[in-house]
């Protein structure tokens, strides 16, 4: 074997090595990637489920402050009132840093860069439920303000589930559980988490009533 031929096999393998080399680098880094992709997208699906859990609270409170023939509120009511709209313009105007505004080209040039566009659905119910509140909302066909609100706070709840996608992030926690829990590997609904295909939910009724038969009188 001549030093010729020597020489081009140690550098075929040189580049050989080099090559496996950077595709090591290159798997590495893509799986970095992935991890920071996925850790960057569980951190705004955290933020973005807490700002909709205060923005249910505050509709929450909202329904419950406003009486349903719409009379007068006592002066500490219309306070309270008062408080939930501008905690509702706070929100609103915080769920503009997780849902923009959509086309903003081609609406609202005079506006200030955030405000340029159409509002994101999910806002809408919240500017929605603002303006019930001042008194300033056409109701349709509403009765009055408490049932306008909770018709709003269903539409900005189904909003928001219809993003966060609960349903497939609890198939992913199931499917987690069971890799780390062997002895669950067998319940199909992981104690609920799941739907049982062979039970249909019983309602708030019956689950009142299996409740009383339980009670113990001497508590």
Known sequence: MNQEFMSFVVGGLTGVLTGLGALAVYYAATQQNRLTATT???DWLR???????????VLAEASYLCQRDDTASALQEQNRILRCRYNLRGLID?????????????????????YKGY????????????QILSGKANLFSFPDRKSAL??????????????????????AIAVSIR??????????S??????????????????????????????
């Open 190 to 219: 992981l104690g609920g988490l799941l739907p049982d295909p062979n039970k249909v939910p019983e309602g708030a009724e019956s689950l009142l009533f299996a409740a009383s038969c339980r009670f113990d009188e001497s508590i």
């Open 119 to 130: 509002r994101h659905l999910a806002l809408d119910a919240l500017v929605a439920a603002e």
């Open 179 to 188: 890799r780390v829990c062997d002895d669950r590997k067998k319940d199909s």
């Open 40 to 42: 960057v997208a569980a």
């Open 94 to 114: 915080r769920g503009r840093f997780f849902l923009p505004n959509e086309h903003e080209k081609e609406y609202g040039d005079h506006k200030p860069e955030a």
């Open 150 to 171: 909770i018709g709003v706070q269903r539409e900005f709840v189904s909003i928001m589930q219809a993003i966060l996608d609960p349903r497939s992030m609890n198939k």
């Open 47 to 57: 933020d973005l489920r807490a700002w909709a859990s205060e923005a249910v609270d």
